[in-house]
């Protein structure tokens, strides 16, 4: 089990040697520049394909998106594993069953450089 966060190293090789195979809630959230209030929220599942220190981490979409992939960044600190149960997504409805691991990101938008038109 993946409990602990480590902030000085974002890629533990050992820990996504594990990863193929695992199935993954990946739950998106979006700002502005400064903004504490979301702009937009997502969440997605599917399965890892591979785990790559350089690459990333792709998912293999699954449910409503089946076919897309996904790529996660190569950052292995926010894998939590899922407790057991059923998890609704809000957007969709859909429910994922047992998921191995969820995963959230915060993303915020850079401000623009004063070269930037």
């Given at each position: 089990m993946r409990n602990e966060f480590d902030e000085t190293h974002t890629w533990d090789a050992s820990f996504a040697a594990t990863l193929p195979?695992?199935?993954?809630?990946?739950?998106?959230?979006?700002?502005?520049?400064?903004?504490?209030?979301p702009l937009e929220?997502?969440?997605?599942?599917?399965?890892?394909v591979h785990a790559d220190e350089r690459e990333g981490i792709p998912l293999s979409l699954k449910g409503m998106r089946a076919g897309e992939q996904f790529n996660l960044p190569p950052d292995t600190r926010s894998f939590r594993a899922a407790q057991p149960g059923d998890y609704r997504l809000r957007a969709t409805g859909e429910v994922v069953v047992n998921p191995d691991f969820t995963v959230t990101f915060s993303i915020q938008k850079e401000a623009k450089s004063s070269g930037d038109g």
């Open positions: 195979g695992q199935m993954v809630l990946v739950g998106l959230t979006y700002f502005d520049e400064g903004s504490e209030k929220q997502q969440q997605l599942f599917g399965r890892v």
